[in-house]
Nanobody, 122 residues
Framework: QVQFVESGEGLVQPGGSLRLSCAASEIPFSRYVIGWFRQAPGKQRELVAA???????NYRDSMQGRFTISRDNANDTVYLQMNNLKPEDTAVYYCYTDPANIITIITSRAYWGQGTQVTVSS
């Protein structure tokens, strides 16, 4: 069974920062695309950021300059640093990995965790 360990959930004020982390077992996490998608109530799922094995990165335009994704292949861990958070960033953030190794979309081959709640509110 694929298992994800996700951390970083919390409540933050607008303009604040959070750091999410994710690790996975039972799959060669370090060899595949890893990243996050998010889903807010009443809204569709959207890709937040993804990073390939060789460091190619895809961000959604609204996250460009505010969010930074990085990976530590030695520890099979991915991080998402989120700065200058806005209320519209409030959502459940899901860590995922995709053996298809495509950073622009999440394919049907992807696996993901249970998600972490990020709430941005004053």
């Amino acid at each position: 069974q694929v298992q994800f360990v996700e951390s970083g959930e919390g409540l933050v004020q607008p303009g604040g920062s959070l750091r999410l982390s994710c690790a996975a077992s039972e799959i060669p996490f370090s060899r595949y695309v890893i990243g996050w998608f998010r889903q807010a109530p009443g809204k569709q799922r959207e890709l937040v950021a993804a990073i390939s094995r060789d460091g190619r990165i895809n961000y959604r335009d609204s996250m460009q300059g505010r969010f930074t994704i990085s990976r530590d292949n030695a520890n099979d861990t991915v991080y998402l640093q989120m700065n200058n958070l806005k209320p519209e960033d409030t959502a459940v953030y899901y860590c995922y990995t995709d053996p298809a190794n495509i950073i622009t979309i999440i394919t049907s081959r992807a696996y993901w965790g249970q998600g972490t709640q990020v709430t941005v509110s004053s």
